[in-house]
């Protein structure tokens, strides 16, 4: 029999509907204008320059890659946002079908310095190696980089700190070397192709790589380019002798392929991929079929409050995600602040864990046990994060907030299926790891435009700090300045609230990407298929459980 129909119909005319649904308008409006920019890269000049010279675009050599009429899912597409860098971070990062086959693909951005590795792109760069690893996905690299970023190494007004974040950037950027080689050695593909210069750093992604493919003329792979050598030996040599593709294909058999031009070389990568014969280890989709939601997902855009204080229908957000919007929900009636049930997105089988509202002890154990059933039948699990966290007060603590709230975070923890994580509004503190957040090895995290993330709320924070700061003063017996006192909570509210804002976690890589609520049921299908790609298996064992 099939699961129930979840029954949320929306009154579109409602004023607290309108009034969300036109500040999600406003949040998603921005988010557009954002990627507009990052897809310009280095910008249009920069791309202009390059075209004249008869190259493509970054964006263009991944549109030929991947299959005609194929979805591309691109990953961290606004990181950078509210740093040093460029929108994108200068690479291009996502997960692309290549002759039948998912793969991650990531590629430089030659407009934004010379696709330079930074520390945003390093960071993209190592999350592409991750999602290739944890889902057993071949990894195609685009490459035409001029290597470490050494800007930084321009003192300027604080050579301390320049000095610390190159240090930093060389130490975290290293891994990139380590995680390409253990790809090959975990049995998964990894493809390099070069269209242009791949220089120190920049050469070991070729190096590292199964497969490597050169366009004649165009690629130049080395250690150290000629003023480098020149530097070092005193030799003087040209591009080509030095690193040229043609010599890397007939003399130090760095080249396996020699692509005549940039369109031989796409052609080539998909011609390996085909010979690769890849096939997903998962169960694959239970239904081919799928219906979709019997409500309208534009509807999504009405039913999250700007101010997340507001009430939230999350079944109603359900009912707009999954197949036929149908939902066989476990324990309505226990532990109501947490919604867990069994649904299907695009055709995958699925456990859904919700939040309606904080989390109690109730709900975080039937959380915990609802886990244990969907690692028990080797179920992936979508996690849909509102979060304030968990209750706090006297009569809570006796009653085992600690403790429950434990066997949580103990059967998130140690979940093997695959984890889907969606941040819909607020996602604060424990309340974040208890909903598999980024770093309990969720397969995948995207936020919608609303989306909240921080150790608490800004207004709890500033509180708490106040509250800190006048019993400090106490002890030592001084008098607060309560017109200063109240200037700085809310300088201190303002700034952790800027900080808790989707795009800043974005813009550091803290997630996958902010995303448009209507796409939330496309996204989640597109990352389950890549799970797929992987064994499906759950947990057969756990750490001790506090009872």
């Not at 649904?343 to 959380?367: P, Q, W, Y």
């Not at 819909?424 to 435009?449: C, E, H, I, K």
Request: charged residues 20%; proline residues 6%.
């Amino acid at each position: 029999m099939a699961a129930p129909i979840l029954e949320r119909p929306v009154d579109p005319r409602d004023p607290g509907f309108v009034a969300n649904r036109a500040a999600m308008v406003e949040l998603v409006e921005q988010l557009e204008s954002l990627l507009d920019q990052a897809a310009l890269g280095g910008g249009a000049e920069a791309h202009a320059r390059r075209a004249a010279r008869g190259l493509l675009g970054v964006r263009e050599r991944v549109g030929l890659l991947v299959d005609p009429e194929s979805p591309f899912l691109e990953l961290s597409p606004l990181a950078g946002y509210g740093t040093e860098y460029r929108l994108g971070g200068a690479m291009v990062l996502g997960i692309g079908v290549v002759e039948g086959t998912e793969c991650v693909i990531v590629a430089n951005d030659p407009s934004d310095l010379g696709g330079a590795l930074t520390q945003i792109s390093v960071r993209k760069l190592l999350r592409g190696l991750e999602i290739a690893r944890a889902n057993r996905m071949p990894l195609i690299q685009l490459v035409e980089s001029a290597g470490g970023d050494l800007r930084g190494f321009v003192p300027g007004d604080d050579p301390d700190a320049a000095l610390r974040r190159n240090l930093e950037h060389f130490a975290t950027s290293g891994r990139m070397f380590h995680d390409i080689t253990t790809l090959s050695a975990e049995g998964i593909p990894t493809i390099a192709v070069v269209f242009g210069s791949s220089t120190a750093g920049g050469a070991y992604q070729p190096g590292l790589s199964d497969y490597t493919i050169l366009v004649r003329d165009r690629a130049k792979v080395f250690l150290g380019g000629p003023p480098l050598v020149r530097m070092a030996t005193g030799e003087l040599s040209s591009d080509e002798e030095l690193g040229g593709a043609e010599m890397h294909a007939t003399v130090s058999g760095l080249a396996d392929y020699l692509a005549r031009d940039e369109l031989d070389a796409i052609r080539s990568a998909r011609s390996v991929v085909a010979h690769l014969q890849w096939r997903k280890a998962g169960p694959g989709p239970v239904r081919r079929d799928p219906r979709p939601p019997r409500y309208d997902p534009e509807e999504l855009l009405g039913l999250m409050p700007i101010d997340l204080r507001g009430p939230v229908d999350m079944r109603a957000i359900i009912a707009r995600i999954v197949d036929d919007s149908r939902f066989e929900e476990f324990k309505p009636s226990y532990g109501p602040t947490l919604i867990t049930g069994w649904a299907e997105v695009h055709g995958f089988a699925v456990g859904i864990v919700a939040n309606d509202g904080v989390l109690l002890s109730e709900a975080s154990a039937k959380g915990a046990q609802f886990i244990q059933l969907c690692n028990q039948r080797a179920t992936p699990l979508v996690f849909l994060q509102h979060i304030t966290g968990f209750m706090v007060g006297s009569d809570y603590e006796r009653s085992g907030i600690i403790k429950h709230g434990s066997q949580l975070i103990n059967a998130v923890s140690n979940s093997t299926v695959p984890h889907v994580t969606i941040i819909l509004g607020a996602s604060y503190g424990a309340g974040n790891y208890a909903m598999s957040g980024q770093a309990f090895d969720t397969r995948f995290v995207f936020a919608w435009p609303t989306a909240r993330i921080a150790i608490m709320g800004p207004t709890q924070m500033a509180g708490v700090m106040s509250i800190v700061r006048h019993e400090q003063a106490a002890r030592r017996g001084v008098e607060i300045d309560e017109e200063a006192e109240a200037v700085l909570r809310s300088r201190v509210e303002a700034f952790a609230h800027a900080q808790s804002l989707a795009l800043y976690a974005t813009g550091r890589v803290a997630d996958d990407g902010v995303i448009d609520p209507r796409d939330t049921r496309d996204v989640v299908g597109m990352a389950l298929s890549a799970c797929h790609s992987a064994p499906v298996i759950g947990a057969r064992g756990y750490g001790v459980f506090r009872l």
